[in-house]
């Protein structure tokens, strides 16, 4: 019984951590390099993608442009860059 009060304990206490490796990812599906611009917390940042590379960024919230479509995210989704343009999921 008291193996079974630490297992369900442990599982409380790691369900309540705060979780830190969840970010947004993006992947660029498209043949040719393509540049997004990251703005979070008011700071700018350009993320260059090649063709079928992928990036996990925008933590805890961000705006996300890639030629004038902005979108913004919270940090959960999965960003396709197909045809020059965003698809948020």
């Known amino acids: 019984m008291k193996k079974?009060?630490?297992?369900?304990?442990?599982v409380v206490a790691v369900a309540a951590l705060p979780s830190a490796g969840i970010a947004a990812s993006i992947v660029n599906n498209d043949?040719?390099?393509r540049t997004?611009?990251?703005?979070?917390?008011?700071n700018q940042?350009?993320?260059s993608l090649g063709a079928g590379e992928s990036a996990d960024f925008c933590q805890h919230g961000?705006?996300?442009?890639?030629?004038?479509?902005r979108q913004t995210l919270l940090?959960?989704?999965t960003v396709e860059i197909k045809g020059g343009r965003m698809l948020v999921r």
């Open 36 to 42: 997004v611009i990251v703005t979070d917390g008011g």
């Open 62 to 69: 961000c705006f996300v442009t890639l030629q004038g479509d």
């Open 31 to 33: 043949a040719e390099t």
């Open 4 to 10: 079974l009060m630490f297992l369900i304990a442990s």
């Open 75 to 77: 940090g959960t989704e």
């Open 45 to 47: 940042q350009e993320l």
